[in-house]
């Protein structure tokens, strides 16, 4: 999962907990055992939403390189 956002000003409202529910759903229903998701070092926030979904960390190392700036 990569650039999963919700604007400002509709946080808090369950968009993002449904976005995965629903993902969530969709991939068990193909038999996908398993779903990883990234998220930038430090992002607290998001940190603490996908902890209160029930995801931990993976203790894997995600390598990546810039090719064009943002």
Do not use: W
Not at 8 to 22: L, S, Y
Not at 40 to 52: I, M, P, S, T
């Amino acid at each position: 999962m990569n650039y999963l956002a919700v604007s400002p000003g509709h946080r808090g409202h369950g968009h993002g907990g449904a976005f995965m529910a629903e993902a969530e759903r969709l991939l068990v229903g193909i038999g996908c055992p398993k779903l990883n998701l990234q998220v930038r070092a430090g992002n607290e926030g998001v940190l603490a939403f996908y902890d209160a979904l029930g995801y931990e960390p993976d203790h894997t190392v995600s390598l990546g390189k810039r090719l064009i700036a943002d």
